[in-house]
């Protein structure tokens, strides 16, 4: 993990440490549960999102089958329910689709703003009072 960033800058949204997104299945572009990020992570693995169906459905229409097991890759397949780290860039497709699944802001990773701004972050937020 030496390739991942500084601890500072593993920071969610809303400017604190990063939690855990999910660990079972275990999810993040290091498989770490956590939606880090670093250098070899060119697809911005940062979007803690509760997948769905319809988010499913839409992704594997898109070429990204993550509900299929895959256990050559240790995959187990995506479940409604599961949360997954996102890219941030699907997460934007979903969205500009109109399936966006919604986040878990606390395990979202900062490097998403650069995708997409906090306001439409917080419409999909899972854990906003």
Same mark, same amino acid.
């Given at each position: 993990?030496?390739?991942?960033? &500084?601890? +500072? ?5 809303? /400017?604190?440490?990063?939690? &855990?997104? @999910? %660990?079972?299945?275990?999810? /993040?572009?290091? $498989? *770490?549960?956590? @939606?880090? %990020?670093?250098?070899?992570? =060119? /697809?911005?693995?940062?979007? @803690?999102?509760?997948?769905?169906? +319809?988010? #499913?459905?839409? *992704?594997? *229409? $898109? ?9 050559? =890759?240790? =995959?187990? /397949? #995506?479940?409604?329910?599961? $949360? !997954?780290? #996102? @890219?941030?860039? $699907? !997460? ?6 109109? =399936? ?7 395990? %979202?990773?900062?490097?998403?703003? +650069?995708?997409? *701004? ?7 937020? #899972?854990?906003?009072?």
């Amino acid at each position: 993990m030496a390739d991942l960033q &500084s601890a +500072d800058t593993q920071l969610n949204v809303l /400017g604190e440490p990063l939690q &855990s997104c @999910c %660990t079972d299945p275990m999810t /993040g572009f290091y $498989r *770490s549960g956590n @939606c880090e %990020t670093g250098p070899q992570d =060119f /697809g911005a693995h940062v979007v @803690c999102a509760e997948v769905n169906a +319809d988010f #499913l459905a839409f *992704s594997k *229409s $898109r070429g990204n089958d993550l509900s299929t097991p895959q256990p050559d =890759f240790g =995959f187990p /397949g #995506l479940k409604p329910g599961d $949360r !997954w780290c #996102l @890219c941030a860039a $699907r !997460w934007v497709e979903a969205l500009e689709a109109g =399936f966006a699944p919604p986040v878990k802001l606390t395990a %979202t990773h900062k490097r998403v703003l +650069d995708f997409i *701004s906090f306001e439409v972050l917080k419409q999909h937020a #899972l854990d906003l009072n």
